[in-house]
């Protein structure tokens, strides 16, 4: 009999994609054309030079040494090039950029240093899985948060009682959305930072999608808003910007102060990410203004091709105007996970039920823009059919 974790651990729900793999390949042995929407990993390639940056970096043996916190400074300092170009923000590369080992690294630790027992955090449900694993990995109470239409998923801190704001350490909030490609406008964001700071609240502003914006949408910076610097800490990554989800890079900007917190956790649990592959994120960074705009392109002809194909095929989907998502409510009360279900069963498609997100997610799928507009027009077809025969039954 092994040794029993304790309850903390036994609180952490089952991950929603652990599964899927061993079903893929179960359906592929089978002789089935599978079509993978689920995870937001795109089979599109990084950005040329990445790929020499790693390989010359690695050839130098004094970056095959421990990085430690500091890393390579020259990624430290590529990453506030690019955020004062991007976003017009000056931060210090020495004491305001944490690299991390991929941002959901960084996102899980921080709440180690925020949350305890007598602490909450705001959790929006369905959102990204590293929000309630850092809060229950650190004994946080979490708070969750429903994402429906109804606020154009968007969190309204004045729906949330007074006495659980008061207790609150942290507020998770990622726009552009994962998974409902929802956006914050502005106003909405000052609102939140003011709140943030009357509470003394750390938000933790989650922006992997800042670059996969559409239709002349540009996403701010959670320090474009006046008064952020004092309450938030920001997380990038490499991953879908770059298409580089498997080289594990990111960073947290903020204060000194709260960037040196998250650096101090990680000081206890990790040395650093390879500085050879923060050479390649230099080279990544640095490639944005070739990079980025044949990038998006394509991942604006999948979205495009999905918007009407699965409009086509008898679902009513908003066009989103960033991410890589479509968030695809189903009608009447098909439940998601077992439409999910019966699509990758009877159609070899892969998306992720919105329940898989939690109940807030319920009445809803995501689709990932993670291959060419043909094969995701083709899965729509597919739903379609899946859809018309549960629609008859549950009529
Ligand atoms: C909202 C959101 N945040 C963070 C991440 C994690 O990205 P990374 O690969 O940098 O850990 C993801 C990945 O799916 C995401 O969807």
Redo the contacts with the bound molecule.
Sequence with gaps: MAPKPVGRFRTLPDYPLATIPQKKRELAARGVDVIDLG??DSDLAPPVGVVDALASAAATPALNRYGFGLGLVAFREAICAWMLKRFGLRFDPLTEIVP?I????G?AHLALAYLDPSRLAIIPEPG?N?YQGGTLLASGEPYRYALRPRTNFLVDLDEIPDEVLRRTGILYL?YP??PTAAIAPRDYLERVVARCRELDILLVY?N??SELAYDGYVPPSIFEIAGARDIAIE?H????SYNM?GW???WAVASPEIAGVLTRVKTFVDTGQFMAVQAAGVAAIESYDTFMPGNLAAFKARRDAGTAAFRAAGFSCETPRATMYLWIPLPGEIPSALFAERLLEEEGVVVMPGSAFGAGGEGFFRISFVTSPERIAEAARRAGRVLSSMGAEVA
């Design positions: 995870a937001g991390l991929g941002s959901k690294e996102i990204y590293a990622n959305n994962n989650d992997a999608y997380f990554s490499l991953s879908k989800t594990r890079c990111g």
